[in-house]
């Protein structure tokens, strides 16, 4: 099992093009399998969890629920006094997604901009972006969740950001989880999708929407959390009350946590991303057994489907390992100006450079690898499909631009059936 989930993760970085990616398996005692690809840290290396940030914040709201701070059927306005068109917004509503309100907080983008103070959250949102009637159907808000982080501030008589320290992560010892990245924390990246260059993504602090996305952990100590959310932590919150958590108020999300099944059961958990990160913990609150995926890329993997994946372990398991994605430092002469999109006929394809080599992939086909083609001196050879042998020209025009590629008489061009372009067989419009 352990090969297998290991060659899971390996195939995730390759194909999803990560710069690193680790995942752990936990029971109700602890981390059972560990593993990294890439440029991966052990289980103390810190990643941004995005919103899995969520699922401890709800964990706070009904701390005050089960204290008699608030109530889940109390409006907003009852604790934040008139706050534009969202006072009378139910607790329950915001913690489950079905207030309503938009998915995003009105002004620059959140996620990517330093945050400011909820006068400010307050004051740009003022109810005109909400997109439905409370309790009509499911729509995701990380604005509720910016809400929710100043409900708990003021029933509790501290910042958000200290509350979750001091009640959650010092009482179950996750002492590598915070609000900030600590020294050596991975960095936030995303990938040019052509070329395979990586760019480094914004760390912002996101002020009063902190409590939707900003925390920063660790596999150890997400293992831990998912071990709350199994029930194995009752001083932090009661069977009960996570119970309640756990129960559909849409078919996929209860109160503060994503429901799903996998073949052995049932899950709950929570995904995350945030610029140059995504993230995954996902467990069976029935036996225990979950998993926690950590990944410093935008984008290029499903986390969920992974983290479910590792739990059931890989049925290719035995197959080859796929060779690892290794950033792209920079483009050969020969093939600047040549990833993009191309056609042959009406037929398109993504042509990227991948691991020192120009890949033609099948996009009608979601991104089937067709054709490979690699420098030899100097010239594109094909080493893998159709064309292998054969040579690849780039064709230029006489200032410098590309006109077309070519290789033995298949001519691919920007445009389908490019009339400027000599196509063999004519130009059927």
């Known amino acids: 099992m352990s090969d297998q ?96 309100m938009q998915s995003e907080p009105r002004g620059p983008w959140w996620e990517r901009t330093r945050g400011g103070d909820f006068a400010a959250l307050v004051a740009a949102n003022d109810g005109s972006g909400r997109v439905a009637g409370a309790g009509e159907w499911f729509h995701y808000s990380n604005l509720g969740y910016g ?18 320290n001091e009640r959650l992560f010092r009482p179950l010892g996750m002492r590598s989880t915070s609000y900030l990245p600590r020294p050596g924390a991975q960095a936030g990246w995303s990938v040019d999708h052509f070329t395979g260059i990586r760019v480094h993504e914004p760390l912002t602090e996101t002020g009063a929407m902190a409590p939707a996305g900003q925390l920063w952990s660790t596999l150890a100590d997400l293992v831990t959390w998912g071990q709350v959310l199994a029930g194995v932590h009752p001083q932090v919150i009661s069977p009960a009350t996570l119970g309640e958590m756990g129960r559909p108020v849409t078919p996929t999300y209860g109160l503060g946590l994503m429901l799903g099944v996998h073949p052995g059961g049932r899950l709950v958990g929570h995904d995350g991303s945030m610029p140059g990160f995504m993230a995954s913990l996902q467990v069976d609150p029935d036996s225990g057994i979950g998993a926690v995926v950590l990944t410093n890329a935008t984008t290029g993997i499903a986390p969920q489907e992974l983290a479910v994946s590792l739990i059931e372990g890989d049925p290719d398991g035995a197959d080859e390992r796929p060779v690892t994605w290794r950033p792209t430092a920079f483009l050969p002469t ?59 020209d780039v064709v ?34």
């Open 5 to 100: 989930r290991q060659r899971l993760l390996d195939v995730a970085q390759a194909e999803g093009r990560l710069t690193s990616v680790v995942g752990a398996v936990f029971d109700r005692y602890g981390a059972v399998w560990a593993g990294g690809a890439g440029d991966a840290p052990g289980l103390d290396g810190q990643y941004r969890i995005g919103s899995i940030t969520k699922s401890m914040t709800a964990v706070l709201v009904m701390q005050a629920r089960d204290e008699g701070l608030l109530d889940l059927d109390d409006p907003l306005s009852a604790h934040l006094g008139e706050i534009g068109g969202y006072g009378d917004v139910t607790v329950r509503d915001a913690l489950a997604h079905s207030s309503g």
């Open 147 to 164: 809400l929710l982080g100043e409900v708990v501030a003021r029933r509790f008589g501290g910042r958000w950001r200290d509350l979750v």
């Open 396 to 429: 230029r025009r006489p200032g410098g631009s590309i006109g077309h590629l070519e290789c033995a008489t298949f001519v691919y061009t920007r445009t389908p059936y490019d009339p400027y372009v000599d196509i063999p067989g004519g130009h059927p419009r």
């Open 334 to 392: 020969e093939v600047v100006g040549v990833p993009g999109v191309w056609f042959w006929g009406n037929t398109a394809y993504d042509v990227r450079w991948h691991n020192d080599g120009l890949e033609l992939r099948l996009m009608a086909r979601g991104g089937l690898l067709k054709e490979r083609f690699e420098l030899d001196d100097g010239v594109l050879r094909g080493v893998l499909g159709y064309h292998r042998g054969e040579r690849l």
